[in-house]
């Protein structure tokens, strides 16, 4: 059974920075990739941030140079670190792995992100 568990949202000001985390029931490595999703009200869910198993990252092209994804050294975590926060960053943020089929079947219950002034 996969878990995983994201926490860190909240309210925040623009210009502001959250990091968001993700904890797995397990090794990350056993997922061809990790990353994190958002959707805001009415809109679809998009692709913020991924990294694969061998160490590259990808990033949405609203989120480049603000955002980083990372992972722990123990290998059952990735993180979120964003910067310089926007209010069009606020949604439900979401942390997901991809399996071997390149699918993304698992999925964190959400974390919502307010950003706001």
């Known amino acids: 059974q996969v878990q995983l568990v994201e926490s860190g949202g909240g309210l925040v000001q623009p210009g502001g920075s959250l990091r968001l985390s993700c904890a797995a029931s397990g090794s990350i490595f056993r997922f061809n990739a990790m990353g994190w999703y958002r959707q805001a009200p009415g809109q679809q869910r998009e692709l913020v941030a991924a990294?694969?198993?061998?160490?590259?990252?990808d990033y949405g092209d609203s989120v480049k140079g603000r955002f980083t994804i990372s992972r722990d050294n123990a290998k059952t975590a990735v993180y979120l670190q964003m910067n310089s926060l926007k209010p069009e960053d606020t949604a439900v943020y979401s942390c997901?792995?991809?399996?071997?089929?390149?699918?993304?079947?698992?999925w964190g219950q959400g974390t919502q992100v307010t950003v706001s002034s």
């Open positions: 990294v694969t198993r061998g160490g590259i990252t």
């Open positions: 997901a792995a991809q399996g071997t089929d390149y699918k993304w079947s698992y």
